[in-house]
């Protein structure tokens, strides 16, 4: 099989095969050099903002796969093993994900943004045209479409546009009609106050921006398919998000007040952001307002913020969080922060270490848009494992009024239960070892509060991610966890389950354990 990779004035095929290591998390990618000479590929900028029409293989619907954040290494040698500062298994999760959407039969597949890491010149390209060949083949006959909008890792470490649309050959913005259905996609851009000619022409700046050439298009372009058929679905993809309705959404563009104005004139709207990390089997990963917003989650690792609901600890009755300076506490003497609900799992982008599993994450959509009924159904999926995960999102209506994910009907979701679960804690030498049944079903677990309290009536409260949450998981299992820090002494200890909405679980399981 030979990968393509630009070199600017030629190209290099690389002969190259793909293989699990046994007994490993890890693939490998072994490589081995053959150069041909090839005429680069060249993109005129007026394909920047292009409108095309196609037309789906599937009868009677439109099958599109939907991933966002790869992060794909710059370095060829991070193409199969972690380096912190280069990549989070995008490699090997994009391959898992294109052979799912191969199987599916898919018509589309949306890439919505930080596909790569960053890039010096050419080489997360080239990991990226390796992978679509090794899984498509050299002539990408049997791929199907792609629509990849610009994130804002496209443009770090000199990664630039023309370098995007020369690689991958693709347009940067887009209204792409499939069966009379239209998919809009809108790229990043590099934006200096006040100066859009610059923003423009200057390929150094990126900040998660959007520049008005591209809120523009995306404006006319609303305003085109909306004219075309008002009462069908208008899919856009913009890898920032656009406000604060979905989880994760306080990672939003400086223009997201400007962009969810023009969006918000359209109730058909539904529209597909990434960039956050944050789990898509969050019961806030799809949200209603004024139109629909869409989580599309990682398929690199997972990421999360505890301060991401200032009203998190009202909701629950817990005492109050630590600050954001203790992002990062290590759960080391415990007791000495009474009180507080500290976090040992609490993340900076290279604590691998804080959450077991978190590179492990590779969730994307499956969505089916029938065209006889002109409806549409979104599929979670762990594409790890090509298992469906959660309920299934069907909108068979675009009115406001039947909306059926807003913030009012949703309220503060279903109560967790635990069931018959079981709990127990081993002591160790500063804590315990504790393992217990993960809560029933009903509901996604977000996290756990273990409320630990000793001899004297000191309390601690100290709270874990539920593990099927991270992965995007409908399956029972235990959850196992190490209480660290503590001191000599009996405790006791009380675990409480809670949903994406913070509310707690009105029962607990319960247990004791002593450190000697």
Same mark, same amino acid.
């Given at each position: ?374 409806? *549409?159904?979104? =599929?979670?999926?762990? %594409?790890?494992?090509? @298992?469906?995960?959660? +309920?299934?999102?069907?909108? !068979?209506?675009? &009115? ?63 709270? *874990?991610?539920? =593990?099927?949450?991270? %992965?995007?998981?409908? @399956?029972?299992?235990? +959850?196992?966890?190490?209480? !660290?820090?503590? &001191? ?29």
């Amino acid at each position: 099989m030979r990968a393509l990779l630009s070199t600017g004035k030629s190209k290099i095929y690389f002969t190259w095969h793909y293989a699990f290591v046994k007994n490993s998390l890890t693939s490998a990618i072994i490589i081995t050099a053959t150069v041909i000479t090839y005429k680069a590929l060249t993109v005129p900028k007026s394909k920047k903002y292009v409108v095309e029409t196609i037309e789906a293989n599937s009868k009677g619907y439109i099958k599109v796969g939907i991933i966002s954040d790869a992060q794909l290494p710059q370095e060829e040698k991070n193409l199969y093993g972690w380096d912190y500062a280069t990549v989070m298994n995008g490699a090997d999760h994009l391959i898992k994900a294109l052979k799912y959407y191969k199987s599916q039969n898919v018509d589309m597949i949306v890439f919505n943004g930080d596909m790569v890491n960053a890039t010096g010149d050419y080489a997360a390209y080239s990991a990226y045209n390796k992978i679509l060949d090794y899984v498509y083949g050299e002539d990408r006959a049997e791929a199907p479409h792609i629509i990849y909008p610009m994130g804002n890792h496209e443009f770090y470490g000199g990664n630039q546009e023309h370098n995007f649309y020369k690689s991958t050959g693709l347009p940067l913005n887009t209204r792409t009609i499939v069966n009379g259905y239209s998919f809009i996609s809108i790229s990043n851009s590099k934006l200096e106050k006040g100066d859009e000619e610059l923003a423009e022409s200057n390929d150094t700046l990126a900040d998660g921006t959007y520049n008005e050439k591209r809120i523009e298009f995306l404006k006319e372009q609303l305003a085109a398919a909306n004219t075309e058929d008002p009462n069908k679905p208008i899919f856009v993809f913009i890898h920032m998000p656009i406000s604060n309705i979905v989880n994760g959404g306080h990672w939003a563009t400086p223009q997201y007040e400007e962009i969810y104005s023009i969006l918000k004139e359209y109730p058909q709207a539904v529209v597909f952001t990434g960039h956050s990390h944050y789990c898509m089997s969050d019961e806030r990963a799809i949200m209603q307002k004024d139109f629909t917003v869409i989580n599309t989650g990682t398929t690199s690792y997972f990421d999360f913020d505890w301060l991401d609901n200032e009203d998190e600890n009202e909701a629950n009755d817990f005492p109050a969080d630590i600050s954001q300076k203790n992002l990062v506490f290590q759960s080391q003497g415990l007791l000495d922060k009474k009180d507080y609900m500290v976090n040992p799992q609490l993340i900076g982008i290279y604590k691998l270490e804080d959450v077991p599993d978190r590179n492990n994450v590779n969730n994307g959509y499956l969505m089916y848009v029938d065209t006889q009924s002109n409806s *549409f159904t979104l =599929k979670k999926v762990n %594409l790890n494992t090509g @298992i469906e995960f959660g +309920e299934e999102f069907i909108m !068979r209506s675009f &009115e406001k009024s039947s909306f059926t994910r807003t913030a009012e009907k949703l309220g503060s979701g279903v109560t967790p239960t635990f069931g018959d679960a079981e709990i127990s804690a081993e002591s160790t030498s500063d804590g315990a070892v504790v393992s217990f049944d993960c809560a029933c079903q009903n509901v996604p677990i977000k996290y756990y509060i273990y409320e630990i309290g000793n001899e004297i009536g000191q309390k601690t409260y100290v709270r *874990f991610f539920g =593990k099927n949450y991270i %992965l995007g998981n409908d @399956i029972m299992y235990t +959850e196992q966890n190490k209480i !660290r820090g503590l &001191e000599k002494g009996k405790y006791f200890l009380h675990v409480y389950a809670v949903n994406s909405f913070n509310k707690v679980s009105d029962e607990y399981l319960t247990t004791e354990f002593t450190v000697k």
